[in-house]
Structure formats: C-alpha cells, structure tokens
C-alpha cells in the first residue's frame, strides 16, 4: 500500500454551482484526508504553469479564460494509492462520457467545465501544489485527535 498525495481543484464551475461541499464530501467519504486547502483566484502567471502540457491545443485559450474567471478550491489529499483513486472518483475528461457514479459523470454535461482536476501521477502532484501552495502550507496530520474519534471521548 502506497501513501500518497494528490493535487486537487474544484474548478470555478464547481464552486459558482454552489457544489464544492458536495464534491469535496466525495473525497472524505472515500477515506481521504486534507493535507491543504484553500479558495484562491488563479493568476495567469499559475494557469500558464499549470497548462503548460495543453498549450497549442485548441482549447488551450478558453480553458486559461475559464480557470482565471472565478475563484476556485486547491487542495491536496492524502490516502493510500490517491493519485489513481482520486483520477477514478473524478471520471472522464468529458462529463458526457463519465461514468454515473463518478464526480464529472454524475455533475456535468461538458468537456471544458468539468468540475475538478486531479494530477496525473504522484511527481506532477508534487509539482502543481508547488505552484499554489508554499510548503509550511501542507499540514503533515498528527492524528491527534484520533483516540477522541475512535473512543467517542468527550473533548475536553
Ligand atoms: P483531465 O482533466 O481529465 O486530466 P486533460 O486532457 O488533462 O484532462 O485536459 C485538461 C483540462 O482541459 C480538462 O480537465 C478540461 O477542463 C480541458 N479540456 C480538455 N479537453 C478539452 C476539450 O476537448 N474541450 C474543452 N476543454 C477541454
Ligand atoms: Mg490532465
């Protein structure tokens, strides 16, 4: 069993659709923990970075248009095996071909506004928290509270 991290965003058509707790709740019920988490606005200086693989494609102006339009989630999670687990709660690229069941199959109708975006593998995760996160931001869990959840002890 391989612990790793995954990079997250909840895309501003997630967040405008009101249904970042919702996706968000995917991800925590599967079993998967926060490791950061912000709203931000994406400059281009980070949508150039973060889509830097997709430039010359044809939907490579729309798709920055869109990221740098509204706020958006970043998050990283933490969990065994998260990089391909997260890719397979997210589904297809486009909405259309989603399986139902999965975030993009279950929530959207598109290609371009898919809800959320999950890194591709464990070293390209690495890379694009780096580009929205500074490292004193990942908060390494302590499990601290975790005899409280499993005991059911009153906090005090
Ligand atoms: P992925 O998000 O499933 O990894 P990629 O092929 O890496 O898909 O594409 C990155 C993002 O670019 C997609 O999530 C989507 O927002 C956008 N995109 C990809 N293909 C298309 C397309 O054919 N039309 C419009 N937008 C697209
Ligand atoms: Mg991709």
């Known amino acids: 069993m391989a612990l790793e991290r995954t990079f997250v965003m909840l895309k501003p058509d997630c967040v405008e659709r009101r249904l970042a707790g919702k996706v968000l709740a995917r991800f925590e019920e599967k079993g998967l923990r926060l490791v950061a988490m912000k709203l931000i606005q994406m400059t281009q200086k980070q949508a150039a970075e973060q889509y830097r693989e997709h430039e010359g494609k044809g939907f ?13 989630f970043v998050m990283v999670l933490e969990g065994a095996s998260a990089v391909s687990v997260v890719r397979k709660l997210v589904g297809a690229t486009n909405g259309r071909n989603a399986e139902p069941g999965t975030i993009r199959g279950d929530f959207g109708l598109s290609a371009g506004l898919n809800l959320v975006h999950a890194s591709d593998g464990v070293e390209r995760a690495k890379v694009e928290a780096g580009i929205f996160f500074r490292p004193e931001e990942l908060v390494t869990p302590q499990n601290a509270i975790g005899h409280w959840i499993e005991n059911s002890e009153d906090a005090s």
């Open 60 to 72: 490579y102006a729309g798709l920055v248009k869109f990221m740098t339009s509204a706020p958006c």
